[in-house]
């Protein structure tokens, strides 16, 4: 049974830093891209980075590209988006995902699993 466990998440001010963690078991996603996504209440998901698991090529929405790095540890088993320079509009609940890796990474209807989420807020 695939498993994606995120952690991390909280309330910081505007120009903190926050490091958000997926633990993933179940299964070898050395054939698949890990993503980060993140949805506000009337909104879809969006993307915002996502890592080949093997190889570790890395893409980033614009809007979080010099402040947001992904990352993984193969002996962990895990996914981190280590975020920098939060701002409020960074407020969302972040979900880590998982897709193969010849699919639309950008795409959340293209992944296969999905952690339960974990809220990031950011107060100005």
């Known amino acids: 049974q695939v498993q994606l466990v995120e952690s991390g998440g909280g309330l910081v001010q505007a120009g903190d830093s926050l490091r958000l963690s997926c633990a993933a078991s179940?299964?070898?996603?050395?054939?698949?891209?890990m993503g980060w996504f993140r949805q506000t209440p009337g909104k879809e998901r969006e993307f915002v980075a996502a890592?080949?698991?093997?190889?570790?090529?890395?893409d980033y929405v614009d809007s979080v590209k010099g402040r947001f790095t992904i990352s993984r540890d193969y002996a962990k088993n895990t996914v981190y988006l280590s975020m920098n320079s939060l701002k409020p509009e960074d407020t969302a609940v972040y979900y880590c995902?998982?897709?193969?890796?010849?699919?639309?990474?950008?795409?959340?209807?293209?992944?296969?699993?999905w952690g339960q989420g974990t809220q990031v807020t950011v107060s100005s």
């Open positions: 995902a998982a897709v193969w890796y010849g699919s639309n990474w950008r795409d959340s209807r293209e992944y296969n699993y």
């Open positions: 179940g299964r070898t996603f050395s054939s698949y891209r």
């Open positions: 890592i080949r698991w093997s190889g570790g090529s890395t």
